[in-house]
């Protein structure tokens, strides 16, 4: 250790945390190990917890708190404004902006094989999909309509990070509008730009 500033604050464990739980899994969550890691010794690490299920409580709020998959305004009632939160949305994923899929997909094969964890990943879960549908009912769609589409768009989002797509940044960018059509249905999104169109005419009037 030496030669190394220590660090010893939850935020460092936290972070320590996070980074060997995507790069080794949870079997990497060892207390020694994190303490070589961070240039300290065993006893930091009950410094600032009490024990082990405290620091997976923490490592699982931390997850909660910064692992956002939506953006934190919720979706507009209007069709027009919906879609424009969609295609922020979507610009959002590609750029991962405030969105770690690494620390999430990390999280979900934890919750494999511990409660605490898979109940946390049903809850972001529960409240991503009810948001989502939200959205699409604000497209028009019946609330069934609005539950399966919220579910095609967040199951295609986290299957194309646990499958490995390999694609540039650019060329997601380039498909991105194509990917709103195709997920929204072209007739819900010609019928809001209409909207959109005739309140921008009516406006100007």
Not at 97 to 106: M, P, R, S, V
Not at 155 to 182: F, M, N, T, W
């Amino acid at each position: 250790m030496a030669g190394r500033t220590p660090k010893n604050t939850v935020r460092d464990w936290i972070d320590a945390a996070q980074r060997t739980l995507v790069d080794e899994g949870i079997s990497g969550l060892k207390i020694d190990r994190l303490a070589n890691r961070l240039g300290v010794t065993r006893g930091g690490f009950y410094h600032n917890f009490k024990d082990r299920d405290e620091f997976f409580d923490q490592i699982i709020q931390h997850w909660e708190q910064t692992c956002r998959f939506l953006q934190d305004d919720p979706p507009p009632a209007k069709p027009a404004e919906a879609i424009d939160w969609l295609d922020h949305l979507i610009q959002r994923l590609i750029e991962a902006d405030g969105y770690d899929y690494q620390f999430d997909l990390a999280v979900r094969e934890w919750a494999r094989g511990d409660k605490r964890a898979e109940w946390a990943v049903e809850r972001a879960d529960r409240e991503r999909l009810e948001t989502l549908q939200k959205c699409f009912e604000a497209l028009g769609y019946d609330a069934d309509h609005a539950a399966i589409r919220a579910r095609v768009f967040y199951y295609h989002q986290i299957g194309y990070y646990a499958i490995g797509v390999k694609q540039s940044i650019s060329e997601r960018r380039r498909k991105a509008a194509l990917y709103l059509d195709i997920l929204c249905g072209e007739e819900a999104l010609a019928a809001a730009r209409a909207g959109r169109k005739t309140t921008r005419n009516a406006s100007t009037a």
